[in-house]
């Protein structure tokens, strides 16, 4: 990567109260946040959500209504014009009279530091692909020549906005696998998008964004969990019914609860709704004939539904 060195504290963005309005219209609505170098982080929410506005200020391609962006406690024009920065976006000019290597060696000659441009092209499986037209390319290809390009710089953070908008599946399989790779590497990695599946495999952090403002900022691992109940599922034989309802009822009123009964023959399906099930599994576990429990925590989606409702 680019060589500069960094203090222990050097932040990869550093975003204070940034507001983007537009008219009557509030795009970014007091953003502050702060990403740490080495991380993955992923910016989520619904079209109109501000990702895309916020992520042009922080490229310096739109300026702020107030507030600001630093980008390695610098500019980001700084940060870009030293190298620092590689930006793939969802769509965006490519040479289509060029071939792959033509456009590869061009843009590598306007970077002082830049990486070799064939092993980017082996990074980014375009080897194979190095004497063909650009214009002819599909659009997952187009996608990992604009990674390419935003390799060249060899910079040390790569910010993505909705890279793999349009992609069918296996071709976001395969952009995602290029992540990955860069990923290991130490880049830091900052991506908007509105795929749930790409934050659960790839980030560690998640923004939820929502009318220009920050709802949720946590671990993926503990988006889940955010203000959501979980359920456990238990078939009781119906004869005790009354006796789990018993001992639901003297469970200590500090633990609330919903539960709902289906019964058929001889046999009822127990569903519980709560904060933690852990106790009610205990308890209701010690009845003659209790079987297939389960317990299920909400998914991303459940989340980020209620989160962005």
Same mark, same amino acid.
């Given at each position: 990567?680019?060589?500069?060195?960094?203090?222990?504290?050097?932040?990869?963005?550093?975003?204070?109260?940034?507001?983007?309005?537009?008219?009557?219209?509030?795009?970014?609505?007091?953003?502050?946040?702060?990403?740490?170098?080495?991380?993955?982080?992923?910016?989520?929410?619904?079209?109109?959500?501000?990702?895309?506005?916020?992520?042009?200020?922080?490229?310096?391609?739109?300026?702020?209504?107030?507030?600001?962006?630093?980008?390695?406690?610098?500019s980001p024009r700084e940060a870009i014009q030293r190298s620092l920065v590689g930006v793939v976006q969802q769509s965006g000019a490519l040479m289509n009279n060029y071939t792959v290597e033509?456009?590869?060696?061009?843009?590598?000659?306007?970077?002082?530091?830049?990486?070799?441009?064939?092993?980017?092209?082996?990074?980014?499986?375009?080897?194979?692909?190095?004497?063909?037209?650009?214009?002819?390319?599909?659009?997952?290809?187009?996608?990992?020549?604009?990674?390419?390009?935003?390799?060249?710089?060899?910079?040390?953070?790569?910010?993505?906005?909705?890279?793999?908008?349009?992609?069918?599946?296996?071709?976001?399989?395969?952009?995602?696998?290029?992540?990955?790779?860069?990923?290991?590497?130490?880049?830091?990695?900052?991506?908007?998008?509105?795929?749930?599946?790409?934050?659960?495999?790839?980030?560690?952090?998640?923004?939820?964004?929502?009318?220009?403002?920050?709802v949720s900022d946590t671990s993926t691992h503990d988006l889940r969990r955010i203000g959501q109940t979980r359920t456990l599922h238990a078939r009781v034989p119906k004869e005790y019914k009354?006796?789990?309802?018993?001992?639901?009822?003297?469970?200590?009123?500090?633990?609330?609860?919903?539960?709902?009964?289906?019964?058929?023959? $001889?046999?009822?399906?127990?569903?519980?709704?709560?904060?933690?099930? $852990? $106790?009610?599994?205990?308890?209701?576990?010690?009845?003659?004939?209790?079987?297939?429990?389960?317990?299920?925590?909400?998914?991303?989606? $459940?989340?980020?539904?209620?989160?962005?409702?």
């Amino acid at each position: 990567m680019t060589d500069i060195s960094f203090t222990p504290d050097t932040l990869a963005l550093r975003a204070v109260d940034v507001k983007k309005q537009f008219g009557p219209v509030k795009a970014v609505d007091g953003i502050s946040l702060e990403i740490p170098r080495g991380h993955i982080v992923a910016l989520l929410g619904k079209n109109g959500a501000g990702k895309s506005t916020f992520i042009d200020i922080a490229l310096g391609l739109q300026r702020a209504t107030s507030g600001h962006v630093e980008l390695f406690g610098m500019s980001p024009r700084e940060a870009i014009q030293r190298s620092l920065v590689g930006v793939v976006q969802q769509s965006g000019a490519l040479m289509n009279n060029y071939t792959v290597e033509q456009t590869l060696r061009l843009f590598s000659a306007l970077h002082p530091q830049a990486m070799d441009y064939e092993r980017v092209m082996e990074e980014t499986g375009l080897s194979a692909l190095r004497k063909r037209n650009v214009g002819k390319l599909s659009g997952g290809e187009c996608q990992r020549l604009r990674l390419a390009l935003a390799l060249i710089p060899h910079p040390h953070l790569l910010i993505l906005d909705e890279p793999t908008a349009g992609m069918d599946t296996t071709a976001r399989r395969e952009f995602w696998q290029l992540m990955h790779a860069q990923a290991h590497q130490g880049r830091t990695i900052i991506f908007a998008t509105h795929y749930l599946a790409e934050v659960e495999d790839f980030s560690e952090r998640t923004i939820i964004l929502r009318q220009g403002v920050i709802v949720s900022d946590t671990s993926t691992h503990d988006l889940r969990r955010i203000g959501q109940t979980r359920t456990l599922h238990a078939r009781v034989p119906k004869e005790y019914k009354d006796t789990v309802g018993d001992i639901l009822a003297r469970l200590p009123q500090s633990q609330t609860f919903t539960v709902r009964w289906d019964c058929a023959g $001889d046999m009822c399906d127990l569903i519980v709704h709560a904060p933690s099930t $852990d $106790d009610i599994a205990r308890h209701i576990l010690t009845v003659h004939g209790v079987r297939d429990l389960e317990i299920s925590t909400p998914s991303l989606d $459940d989340t980020f539904a209620r989160l962005t409702a």
